[in-house]
């Protein structure tokens, strides 16, 4: 005769429970009411564009090499070396650039370019449902939402456009990175002339074509370190001084190219001691953790891709293993 007791007890647990998880819904929302699905965006989704768009960008690097290249000069960097600017840049700007913009109009997008060239936003709509040619594991990735006021997407439309105008184009990478209030997230290089595409996504996986690299003891005092051809001379002697004698030291152009050189083990440190920009850096940093390898300055802070500001002044340090090792080696003070 008690059941007047029983329901009362039954309705009090099935309020705390309701409460409960009305508290971890909005704790995991920050408090924020989501008012429209456009202030969301899928992860996965991002990853697929983002590959789609430097492949995109990466043909119009192709396309333009037998053309009229137009080398013009954004000035000197810190070292005095020519900053070049092609119609190659440009023309790769406006397919990744409005490729990402007009699939998702709400999303913060810094590039290295900027061009007001006719017709230039008109590009056409990623299909965020079909996946990129060779990356069929995406598929079988879960979908993450996240808020799109958070994300910063960071794009290098043409990296190493002084090499690219000198014929070398092994060095010459098209990258888009995907940065959650600042921490990078999703990276994808694209190497044009290949072609072949790398991409990372921190604590999920990486693409197929990335090696397993095994931790070699012995090469920590006699490390390979991969460096700017720009300026080897000063970073050279920096290396050297910091990692010994025995340490190997070889010049290369562009900082996607460089970072890919130590996730696939070429290399064991890209050490860069100068300013440098965060487009540069953000498609690197993300699949460099993304295979539990890591990148902060040479002062050992890591990197923030918000987008208040686009230098990286205290350089660069890029391992797969043995980062700190190397890092408390590094002079507390670089010259650049």
Not at 59 to 69: A, H, P, R, T, Y
Not at 127 to 147: C, Q, R
Not at 246 to 259: E, M
Request: charged residues 20%.
């Amino acid at each position: 005769m008690n059941f007047g007791g029983t329901l009362r007890i039954n309705k009090f647990a099935c309020f705390i429970l309701g409460f409960i998880l009305f508290l971890i819904i909005y704790w995991r929302s920050g408090g924020a009411t989501v008012t429209d699905k456009s202030d969301l965006v899928n992860l996965k989704h991002l990853l697929r564009a983002g590959i789609f768009a430097a492949e995109r960008g990466g043909k119009k690097v192709v396309s333009q090499k037998n053309g009229e290249l137009n080398v013009q000069s954004k000035g000197k960097t810190q070292e005095g070396a020519n900053d070049p600017v092609t119609d190659a840049d440009f023309a790769s700007h406006c397919a990744m650039y409005y490729s990402l913009k007009n699939t998702f109009p709400k999303l913060s997008i810094v590039s290295e370019e900027h061009t007001g060239v006719a017709g230039c936003s008109e590009q056409e709509v990623i299909d965020l449902e079909s996946t990129p040619e060779g990356h069929a594991v995406i598929d079988y990735m879960f979908d993450e939402l996240v808020y799109i006021k958070d994300v910063t997407v960071w794009i290098d439309p043409l990296d190493a456009t002084q090499e690219y105008t000198e014929g070398l184009y092994q060095y010459v990478t098209t990258m888009m990175c995907v940065a959650i209030k600042g921490v990078p997230v999703i990276g994808v290089i694209h190497y044009p002339f290949t072609p072949r595409t790398y991409w990372g996504w921190y604590t999920k996986r990486t693409s197929d074509n990335i090696p397993t690299v095994t931790h070699k003891e012995e090469n920590k005092n006699q490390p390979t370190v991969v460096v700017s051809r720009s300026h080897p001379g000063k970073v050279t002697e920096t290396a050297k001084d910091a990692f010994g004698e025995k340490t190997t030291v070889i010049p290369a152009a562009g900082a996607g190219y460089k970072v890919m050189t130590v996730v696939n083990g070429t290399y064991d440190i890209y050490l860069h001691t100068s300013v440098i920009k965060k487009w540069d850096l953000c498609a690197g940093d993300a699949i460099i953790k993304s295979v539990d390898g890591k990148m902060t300055t040479t002062k050992g802070d890591a990197i923030d891709y918000s987008p208040n500001e686009v230098k990286v002044t205290d350089g660069v340090l890029v391992t797969r293993y043995d980062h700190d090792y190397y890092l408390n080696k590094l002079p507390k003070v670089l010259a650049p």
